[in-house]
């Protein structure tokens, strides 16, 4: 027998107590005395109410929460589950005592189970997330191991998710354009090439717009942005479905193209990319020509190197720039042969000073009206130890790549200066100048010491400026020309017309004279033959009171042409090979030849 009860301390306390009592020396019947004990369950009753409380307040809380709770035991059957549980099991279906696999059909059971098995086996907990096809949501499921089951908390992340997706597309989608963005390209770049189907090609183009940079300068960025725009739509078009087109730089394009019956697919399609851009820009009240130079590199079953790929495109780019711009150009192993060349020729040319390799020459430019010599042209030559003579027009690009171009310019100017000293006081000397002289040098100081330290009158040298610098108006570029100017030095638009726009950006800075590139020159092979470019632009500058020097006469056709137009003087192989200092003493002693 026992008695629940409750006793009250002398102290002032309630305990609860259990009384077990049992009869003995029972007599007739009756109990002569009762023997028990008395204990003392106040801490377990407190125990016990707790743990109802916590379990109240569990279940409240699985309840409460927006998790899905089932809890599994280890032998996958459910023997608990929250109301919520029931939205993802199917409505109205009682979840108690199935198995997993009969809850959560399909690909996400099966992941479910095998989550459950890891975390069984590991003891630690397990997320996954999934797409649950029922009801077309993504959801987020942990497993918890414990001693002898495992609970699955499973909540609906689809916002989320799709918030993610949008953050992750933004990151990878050019803004202007809406294809993707660099990051975005290379991502998908890498994963094509890692699932490269057999008997299935590929291929990387990389485009650039030409002129772009021009086009910015002289019609402001927003017409440059409709430039980009129209440029993505038409490679749009030129595409297939599973090609992959990316704006991944200011002007730079580049496609993947994607799962190719054979390479040839690739070069028709550069050439249909090449026909696209042929039809004008219609950009408002402007109507552009606008070119792309493209460089195309297949890729190979073997080679699964994206960063390797991207060279070889790049490779073959840069040798359409360089030859043939608006066309496009397909790499071979001779392009890395080449550009391995132009790295080494980088590092001699560090060392061609010192080696007292590089010379002058001069050409001179003779007036129209007399055919005396005017002034000379300031030519660099490189004998290199092993090559020989590397042309100017592979070496200076690498000094200007290489920031080279500043020390070299540096001699070229106080070894010319030098040597005009000792020529008549009426010949005049020309010294080319590279944009990145006048980026990476202080200019008009070097050409103060010069003509300090040579004595040279500073009314004698003419500095030919390309047409770049005028193009760009970069306010350094033309601080720099007005403090040259202030000199007291010739200053000369050099390449006039290879430009964009060269017209339209006279107004940027006056120039003492202009010459004109040779290639307006090269369609004169007969007296009748006309140069209608070339004679707007002799008439332009005679109306603005500009001398002009035309340049590549080859002919004495071409010579009577250019003095037909009445350009003050023409510079040409025509009147003889560039010649070395002592050359040019003699030429100024005797005269040019062919002007006599």
């Given at each position: 027998?026992?008695?629940?009860?409750?006793?009250?301390?002398?102290?002032?306390?309630?305990?609860?107590?259990?009384?077990?009592?049992?009869?003995?020396?029972?007599?007739?019947?009756?109990?002569?005395?009762?023997?028990?004990?008395?204990?003392?369950?106040?801490?377990?009753?407190?125990?016990?109410?707790?743990?109802?409380?916590?379990?109240?307040?569990?279940?409240?809380?699985?309840?409460?929460?927006?998790?899905?709770?089932?809890?599994?035991?280890?032998?996958?059957?459910?023997?608990?589950?929250?109301?919520?549980?029931?939205?993802?099991?199917?409505?109205?279906?009682?979840?108690?005592?199935?198995?997993?696999?009969?809850?959560?059909?399909?690909?996400?059971?099966?992941?479910?189970?095998?989550?459950?098995?890891?975390?069984?086996?590991?003891?630690?907990?397990?997320?996954?997330?999934?797409?649950?096809?029922?009801?077309?949501?993504?959801?987020?499921?942990?497993?918890?191991?414990?001693?002898?089951?495992?609970?699955?908390?499973?909540?609906?992340?689809?916002?989320?998710?799709?918030?993610?997706?949008?953050?992750?597309?933004?990151?990878?989608?050019?803004?202007?354009?809406?294809?993707?963005?660099?990051?975005?390209?290379?991502?998908?770049?890498?994963?094509?090439?890692?699932?490269?189907?057999?008997?299935?090609?590929?291929?990387?183009?990389?485009?650039?717009?030409?002129?772009?940079?021009?086009?910015?300068?002289?019609?402001?960025?927003?017409?440059?942005?409709?430039?980009?725009?129209?440029?993505?739509?038409?490679?749009?078009?030129?595409?297939?479905?599973?090609?992959?087109?990316?704006?991944?730089?200011?002007?730079?394009?580049?496609?993947?193209?994607?799962?190719?019956?054979?390479?040839?697919?690739?070069?028709?399609?550069?050439?249909?990319?090449?026909?696209?851009?042929?039809?004008?820009?219609?950009?408002?009240?402007?109507?552009?020509?606008?070119?792309?130079?493209?460089?195309?590199?297949?890729?190979?079953?073997?080679?699964?190197?994206?960063?390797?790929?991207?060279?070889?495109?790049?490779?073959?780019?840069?040798?359409?720039?360089?030859?043939?711009?608006?066309?496009?150009?397909?790499?071979?192993?001779?392009?890395?042969?080449?550009?391995?060349?132009?790295?080494?020729?980088?590092?001699?040319?560090?060392?061609?000073?010192?080696?007292?390799?590089?010379?002058?020459?001069?050409?001179?430019?003779?007036?129209?009206?007399?055919?005396?010599?005017?002034?000379?042209?300031?030519?660099?030559?490189?004998?290199?130890?092993?090559?020989?003579?590397?042309?100017?027009?592979?070496?200076?690009?690498?000094?200007?790549?290489?920031?080279?171009?500043?020390?070299?310019?540096?001699?070229?100017?106080?070894?010319?200066?030098?040597?005009?000293?000792?020529?008549?006081?009426?010949?005049?000397?020309?010294?080319?100048?590279?944009?990145?002289?006048?980026?990476?040098?202080?200019?008009?100081?070097?050409?103060?010491?010069?003509?300090?330290?040579?004595?040279?009158?500073?009314?004698?040298?003419?500095?030919?400026?390309?047409?770049?610098?005028?193009?760009?108006?970069?306010?350094?570029?033309?601080?720099?020309?007005?403090?040259?100017?202030?000199?007291?030095?010739?200053?000369?638009?050099?390449?006039?017309?290879?430009?964009?726009?060269?017209?339209?950006?006279?107004?940027?800075?006056?120039?003492?004279?202009?010459?004109?590139?040779?290639?307006?020159?090269?369609?004169?092979?007969?007296?009748?033959?006309?140069?209608?470019?070339?004679?707007?632009?002799?008439?332009?500058?005679?109306?603005?009171?500009?001398?002009?020097?035309?340049?590549?006469?080859?002919?004495?056709?071409?010579?009577?042409?250019?003095?037909?137009?009445?350009?003050?003087?023409?510079?040409?192989?025509?009147?003889?090979?560039?010649?070395?200092?002592?050359?040019?003493?003699?030429?100024l002693a005797r005269g040019v030849p062919a002007s006599r």
């Amino acid at each position: 027998m026992s008695v629940q009860h409750r006793l009250g301390t002398f102290d002032g306390r309630t305990l609860d107590v259990v009384s077990y009592a049992e009869p003995i020396g029972e007599a007739g019947g009756r109990a002569r005395r009762l023997r028990g004990v008395t204990q003392d369950v106040t801490a377990y009753r407190r125990m016990q109410a707790a743990l109802r409380s916590s379990e109240a307040l569990a279940f409240r809380v699985l309840e409460a929460t927006r998790d899905a709770v089932i809890v599994f035991d280890r032998g996958g059957r459910a023997r608990f589950a929250n109301a919520r549980a029931a939205r993802f099991a199917g409505a109205g279906q009682e979840i108690v005592g199935h198995r997993l696999a009969d809850l959560f059909p399909g690909t996400a059971g099966h992941r479910l189970a095998a989550g459950a098995e890891r975390a069984a086996a590991t003891g630690a907990p397990v997320r996954l997330e999934l797409s649950w096809a029922p009801t077309g949501r993504w959801l987020e499921a942990d497993l918890y191991p414990g001693e002898d089951d495992i609970s699955l908390f499973v909540r609906d992340v689809t916002e989320r998710k799709l918030t993610q997706d949008r953050l992750i597309e933004a990151a990878e989608t050019d803004s202007l354009t809406g294809e993707f963005n660099r990051r975005g390209f290379f991502t998908r770049l890498e994963a094509a090439l890692t699932a490269q189907a057999r008997g299935r090609a590929m291929a990387l183009i990389c485009a650039d717009v030409n002129y772009f940079t021009e086009i910015n300068y002289s019609f402001g960025h927003g017409v440059g942005d409709e430039v980009l725009k129209t440029v993505a739509r038409r490679l749009k078009s030129c595409l297939r479905p599973r090609d992959i087109l990316a704006r991944t730089g200011g002007d730079e394009f580049m496609i993947l193209l994607n799962g190719m019956r054979r390479p040839g697919d690739a070069t028709t399609l550069a050439r249909r990319i090449v026909g696209a851009m042929e039809e004008r820009f219609e950009l408002g009240d402007l109507s552009l020509r606008i070119s792309l130079s493209i460089g195309l590199a297949i890729a190979s079953l073997a080679d699964r190197d994206a960063a390797r790929l991207c060279r070889h495109a790049d490779l073959a780019l840069y040798e359409t720039r360089t030859e043939a711009p608006g066309s496009f150009r397909v790499f071979t192993p001779a392009m890395e042969q080449e550009s391995l060349r132009k790295r080494q020729l980088k590092r001699d040319l560090a060392d061609a000073l010192g080696r007292s390799e590089l010379e002058l020459a001069f050409q001179p430019i003779v007036r129209t009206a007399d055919g005396t010599i005017a002034a000379a042209e300031t030519l660099l030559r490189w004998n290199h130890p092993e090559q020989g003579r590397i042309p100017p027009a592979e070496f200076i690009p690498l000094a200007e790549e290489s920031g080279l171009i500043a020390p070299i310019g540096a001699w070229v100017l106080r070894q010319a200066c030098a040597a005009a000293c000792r020529w008549p006081e009426a010949v005049g000397l020309s010294v080319n100048v590279s944009p990145r002289q006048i980026e990476l040098a202080d200019l008009p100081a070097l050409v103060r010491d010069v003509l300090e330290a040579t004595g040279l009158a500073p009314r004698r040298l003419h500095l030919e400026i390309t047409e770049t610098v005028l193009v760009s108006r970069n306010r350094h570029y033309l601080a720099t020309l007005h403090r040259l100017r202030e000199l007291g030095v010739r200053l000369v638009l050099d390449d006039f017309g290879t430009g964009y726009s060269s017209l339209a950006q006279l107004d940027a800075f006056r120039f003492d004279a202009m010459k004109i590139d040779q290639s307006f020159l090269r369609r004169i092979r007969a007296e009748t033959d006309e140069t209608p470019i070339l004679n707007a632009i002799v008439g332009m500058a005679t109306a603005i009171r500009m001398p002009i020097t035309v340049e590549g006469v080859e002919t004495q056709v071409q010579l009577n042409h250019v003095r037909r137009l009445g350009a003050a003087c023409v510079q040409g192989f025509y009147f003889g090979q560039p010649v070395n200092e002592a050359g040019m003493q003699g030429l100024l002693a005797r005269g040019v030849p062919a002007s006599r």
